[in-house]
């Protein structure tokens, strides 16, 4: 009981962080995983190189540059938001492969259509090419967030206060590591299965 | 004599060393309903396509009023054999969506222009429905809907019943032919003959991308046949025939 009265406070805080942190992750990695897709199937070889470098690099190392290489070449950002920022771009890169497969399953007659009618690129991208795919995304994108989530735990090597560097404070502090860590395990837990409800939530076999 | 609202010159398409067309010459006046007809792998979808800028050519110009056209400038509509309505939107929102989105139409009088050229292809009671529960006869006049409601000067039709059962083809059909009778100029590919024979004031047969012959139906579905159209539609007959008797 003293422990969940101690842990409460720094651990709510914690989680809090823990969601925005991926929340805000997970917009910029699809805010640029769309248009980074478009460029993957354009065959843009700076994508695919950056789709490769993400893709291929474990992100502790990405995190671990961003936080001794950016100031080493004289870009001083907060480590908060290089750390999002590194999160996010690394989420873009298998966001825009998601992205594509979705792509793929539009019809190329709509956009066709689309393009004789006058409809530019960038809005037969938002008004036709994405809504057709999102349905069939859907699922893949929501794992990817729960990907996020769980990988936002590295960001703690940069000594940002997410939910696992809370937990580490609390187990040194209490000397309880093990129901510090539990905590922390069941925080993650319960903040991924609300993810995997909404994953379910609308699965287009069992809409009305 | 009136200007040709399109013109095709020496219409060429090459796709590495296949000869797809070759150099192909058409004027259509305002109000013409030009009948396509050939065999399989003629060119008849390539002449379409390249008129409508959907595939690029290897030489010579399509004009419409005298201007190259490029796709998406309004000059040329195009009606698809599998209909390519988008899934995701109404009927309505399908028609709409290039008046709000090219023509900088408010939604409401969008909608209501929309409801219109749903009218106009017997669809008004339909506006609300999205595609997949429509027929495919309903889908295909949503699609012409579509392609009407921006005013194109030129309207092309690739086989727009080909995808639909017998019973639905009568239905799309009709929608061309009041289309043709109001002037609208048009291009109707199709292996409908007897439409096609009713409908044009000018059938141009098509052979490995050649223009073998374009003449008024009367003549070019009577004596004054090249041997190869006589062959062409010879075989055609036969198939009817012998579909009848079974
Ligand atoms: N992108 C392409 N690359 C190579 N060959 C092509 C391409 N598009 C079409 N062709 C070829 O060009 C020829 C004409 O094709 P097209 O689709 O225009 O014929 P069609 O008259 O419409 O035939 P159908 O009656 O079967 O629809 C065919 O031999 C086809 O294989
Ligand atoms: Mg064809």
């Known amino acids: 009981m003293d422990f969940i009265i101690e842990a409460l406070p720094s651990m709510l805080w914690a989680t809090v962080a823990t969601i925005w942190i991926s929340a805000a992750a997970v917009l910029i990695g699809f805010v640029i995983g769309v248009p980074l897709a478009v460029a993957c199937d354009g065959g843009r070889g700076w994508a695919l190189v950056y789709v490769s470098f993400f893709r291929g690099v474990p992100l502790l190392i990405q995190l671990l540059l961003a936080y001794y290489a950016l100031p080493f070449i004289g870009i001083d950002l907060p480590p908060l938001v290089a750390a999002i920022g590194t999160l996010g771009l690394c989420c873009a890169a298998y966001m825009a492969e998601i992205i594509r497969g979705g792509f793929a399953l539009v019809p190329k007659g709509g956009l066709e259509a689309a393009r004789l009618l006058g409809l530019t690129p960038l809005q037969t991208l938002l008004r036709i090419r994405l809504p057709i795919s999102a349905q069939a995304m859907r699922p893949a994108l929501i794992s990817e967030a729960i990907l996020i989530v769980k990988a936002s735990s590295l960001i703690s090597v940069v000594g940002i206060l997410e939910l696992t560097r809370s937990a580490q404070a609390l187990a040194s502090s209490t000397f309880e590591p093990l129901p510090a860590y539990a905590l922390c395990g069941a925080i993650y837990l319960l903040i991924n299965l609300a993810l995997m409800l909404v994953a379910r939530g609308r699965d287009p076999g069992r809409a009305a | ?246």
């Open chain 2, 1 to 246: 004599m009136s200007a040709p609202i399109l013109s095709v010159r020496a219409l060429e398409r090459r796709v590495g060393d296949v000869e797809i067309l070759r150099r192909i010459d058409l004027d259509v006046m305002p109000g013409e309903a030009i009948g396509v007809i050939g065999p399989s792998g003629s060119g008849k979808s390539s002449l379409l396509r390249c008129i409508a800028g959907l595939d690029e050519v290897s030489g010579g110009a399509v004009m419409v009023e005298g201007r190259q056209t490029r796709p998406g400038d309004g000059a040329v509509g195009m009606v698809f054999q599998q209909f390519n309505l988008w899934p995701h939107l109404t009927a309505r929102e399908n028609v709409a969506l290039a008046l709000k989105l090219v023509r900088r139409m408010p939604a409401a009088d969008a909608a209501a222009k929309a409801d219109a050229a749903l009218a106009r292809v017997g669809l008004g009671a339909l506006g609300g429905r999205k595609p997949a529960a429509l027929s495919g006869g309903q889908q295909q006049r949503v699609a012409i809907a579509r392609t009407l409601a921006m005013e194109p000067r030129v309207l092309l039709f690739d086989e727009p019943t080909a995808a639909l059962d017998p019973e639905l083809t009568t239905e799309v059909l009709d929608v061309i032919r009041d289309l043709a009778a109001a002037g609208t100029t048009m291009l109707v590919v199709s292996h409908e003959m007897g439409f096609i024979a009713r409908l044009s004031t000018r059938v141009v047969f098509l052979d490995h991308g050649v223009v073998v012959q374009a003449a008024p139906p009367a003549a070019l579905f009577g004596a004054q046949a090249e041997p190869r159209v006589r062959s062409f539609l010879q075989t055609y007959l036969d198939r009817v025939a012998w579909a009848r008797d079974a």
